[in-house]
């Protein structure tokens, strides 16, 4: 009930800005708690930020300050901004929907943060 696709990511040097965006179809976007979540080699997924249907948004402690989650539920589109961006935040990017205890994933997008 929800497709997922993630764009945006890329290569960038250390203290730049990303933009990530995931589209998504499906009738439930606007009911649906969405996330961001990252897995970096050798480590496991983790989340990254998550912000409700009403527009609540939550961050892990990471990258609290430097990264802002926001939806657009007209455009069914849901956006990372990521600023001051180090090397530990090098991972692949996954967009998540939550939905009447279903979960959606996009099949992720690379960020690589390099001098």
């Known amino acids: 009930q929800l497709q997922l696709v993630e764009s945006g990511g890329g290569l960038v040097q250390p203290g730049g800005s990303l933009r990530l965006s995931c589209a998504a179809s499906?009738?439930?976007?606007?009911?649906?708690?969405m996330g961001w979540y990252r897995q970096a080699p050798g480590k496991q997924r983790e989340s990254v930020a998550r912000?409700?249907?009403?527009?609540?948004?939550y961050y892990a402690d990471a990258v609290k300050g430097r990264f802002t989650i926001s939806r657009d539920n007209a455009k069914t589109t849901v956006y990372l901004q990521m600023d001051s961006l180090k090397s530990e935040d090098t991972a692949v990017y996954y967009c998540?929907?939550?939905?009447?205890?279903?979960?959606?994933w996009g099949q992720g997008t690379q960020v690589t943060v390099s001098s």
């Open positions: 998540k929907g939550s939905w009447n205890y279903v979960d959606y």
């Open positions: 499906g009738s439930i976007f606007s009911f649906a708690t």
């Open positions: 912000i409700i249907s009403g527009g609540s948004a």
